[in-house]
């Protein structure tokens, strides 16, 4: 069975993640998913970065030792994910004993030879970001990356020899052209950071103690740059004598998703401390999208935030799912409002899907008391119908093959409304009213229960509950992803599966919150 190594960032642990973070997770279990539906073995690792001065401070803040302030962030976060049901294999923290003294050894073997080395360092600090800047690297003084204020900072630093692998990694990504994705990424990095040349990179810090210290020279905290980036490895037993026969077997990673912010960290530092490390890089780093609250980046400053589980008890968690896995593109940010996820519920989940499960199984309880068979009594019309089913999954293959999700699930829904219209050119209701074209309405609407058991079995990565409770329904446990004419339907009795929504009665609900 061939392996697949899929990861998220790990979401640091300062505050509950709101639902921009929260995508991240769900495009990683859709495809995780996906994968495992089509026959992988799948390591799927999620987790929390749960150190650094900035988390120091908020506990501080809080009255609480850093320790007990991670322990609370961290179960809120796996809370969220859990919410979204979302079926990672290992949960991660950077707290964890294993991986702390990993870190250590990394850092050991680094310095032995020669990787990192200790200097001097001053420059202009961004505590949120947790990153130094250049004076030319400020835009009108402020941090590049949140456009907060920094101040000078001068401090001895454990540095990583980034220059010394800059042209070893601009040649492996020229010639893995699918290494960092989108092209608009790849093309970014080449162009702002590996061209102009690298400078070294501060991988220690004196000014705070919530962190890994380094092993030879305890004043030091080792960065996040080598403490969080290397959870990737730590985590499924990579040690520094090469670690274990899990590791051995999934490592490489597959697929890096993290989002678009922080795509220099994983495709420039994190590649360069594996290739001095003598490990193979991962196979693609995926740099997606932003989802943006009506236009703007969701932060508490602009009062804009809105969280998952909020959206969940007013929504459902399948239409979350669906609405951000559709609605972000591959390449492009995309925008969440209420009144767009409920124009998308009713157009899309109630109307297309909802519609044609609960009209179809009706008419199967009511023409023939739920139990449908194949009767063969085809005609030219249901070709068309049966050709889209079985070339779902192949059309759904080549969309997630290049990280197209949103269109993945346009392929689903492209057959279940060619499902509904099918319908309307065979009016099974007219069918049932002339006995002698019984065999013909029982082949309809055999047809458009394979239809729908095939889209149900698709669209599991994507609403994993909707699919089931779409099967439990037809009362099946076929399969199979491919249209199949000797299958026997016990249909139970229909429940609506996504119900339209009075937009305006639930928005007038929403602001008496």
């Known amino acids: 069975?061939?392996?697949?190594?899929?990861?998220?960032?790990?979401?640091?642990?300062?505050?509950?993640?709101?639902?921009?973070?929260?995508?991240?997770?769900?495009?990683?279990?859709a495809i995780a998913r996906y994968k495992r539906n089509r026959g992988f073995d799948v390591y799927f690792q999620t987790g929390t970065?749960?150190?650094?001065?900035?988390?120091?401070?908020?506990?501080?803040?809080?009255?609480?030792?850093?320790?007990?302030f991670v322990d609370d962030k961290a179960r809120e976060i796996k809370r969220i994910w859990?919410?979204?049901?979302?079926?990672?294999?290992?949960?991660?923290?950077?707290?964890?004993?294993?991986?702390?003294?990993v870190v250590q050894h990394i850092f050991q073997k680094l310095f032995d030879q020669g990787d990192i080395y200790l200097d001097k360092y001053e420059g202009w600090y961004c505590t949120p970001c947790?990153?130094?800047w250049t004076e030319t690297q400020l835009l009108d003084g402020k941090c590049p990356d949140c456009g907060r204020e920094v101040s000078k900072r001068s401090e001895e630093a454990y540095f990583f020899k980034l220059s010394k692998y800059q042209d070893k990694l601009l040649d492996y990504i020229n010639s893995h052209p699918d290494f960092i994705q989108p092209e608009s990424r790849k093309n970014e990095m080449i162009n702002n950071f590996l061209k102009p040349g690298l400078q070294d990179l501060c991988v220690s810090r004196t000014t705070f103690d919530w962190g890994i210290r380094v092993p030879f020279n305890d004043k030091h905290i080792i960065y996040v740059w080598i403490d969080a980036l290397s959870n990737y490895i730590t985590f499924p037993g990579y040690?520094?004598?090469?670690?274990n026969e899990h590791f051995k077997k999934y490592w490489p990673a597959d697929l890096h998703l993290i989002g678009k912010d922080i795509i220099r960290f994983h495709t420039i530092y994190w590649p360069i401390e594996l290739m001095a490390l003598g490990l193979e890089l991962p196979k693609k780093v995926f740099g997606h999208p932003w989802l943006l609250q009506g236009g703007d980046?969701?932060?508490?400053?602009?009062?804009?935030?809105?969280?998952?589980?909020?959206?969940?008890?007013?929504?459902?968690?399948?239409?979350i799912r669906y609405y951000v896995l559709h609605e972000i593109p591959f390449a492009n940010d995309g925008t969440i409002t209420y009144e767009l996820i409920m124009e998308r519920i009713n157009s899309d989940l109630a109307n297309v899907l909802g519609n044609l499960v609960n009209r179809t199984i009706s008419m199967a309880k009511k023409y023939f008391d739920g139990r449908i068979t194949f009767t063969s009594d085809s005609q030219e019309i249901d070709n068309d119908l049966i050709k889209s089913v079985n070339d779902l999954p192949?059309?759904?293959?080549?969309?997630?093959?290049?990280?197209?999700?949103?269109?993945a699930i346009d392929e689903i829904f492209n057959v279940l409304r060619k499902s509904n219209k099918y319908i309307d050119d065979t009016m099974p209701w007219s069918l049932a009213k002339d006995d002698s074209m019984k065999s013909r309405l029982e082949t309809v609407l055999y047809n458009l229960l394979e239809a729908i058991r095939v889209c149900a079995i698709e669209i599991e990565p994507f609403l994993p509950d909707t699919s089931k409770e779409i099967l439990r329904q037809l009362g099946t446990d076929v399969l199979d992803n491919k249209y199949c004419d000797n299958n026997t339907y016990e249909v139970s009795e229909p429940v609506p599966i996504f119900l339209r929504i009075d937009i305006q009665k639930k928005l007038e609900e929403i602001s008496n919150k």
């Open 394 to 407: 192949i059309n759904v293959d080549t969309k997630m093959d290049k990280l197209e999700i949103g269109n």
């Open 239 to 243: 040690d520094v004598n090469g670690g």
């Open 82 to 101: 859990d919410v979204m049901n979302t079926s990672y294999d290992a949960f991660v923290r950077t707290t964890d004993s294993h991986h702390k003294e």
């Open 1 to 29: 069975m061939e392996k697949y190594y899929i990861s998220t960032a790990i979401a640091y642990a300062s505050g509950k993640p709101h639902i921009g973070n929260t995508y991240e997770i769900v495009l990683a279990d």
């Open 297 to 319: 980046k969701m932060s508490k400053s602009k009062g804009n935030i809105m969280y998952a589980d909020d959206l969940v008890d007013l929504f459902g968690v399948d239409a």
């Open 49 to 68: 970065d749960e150190h650094g001065e900035k988390i120091e401070g908020k506990a501080k803040e809080a009255s609480l030792t850093p320790q007990e």
């Open 130 to 132: 947790e990153s130094f």
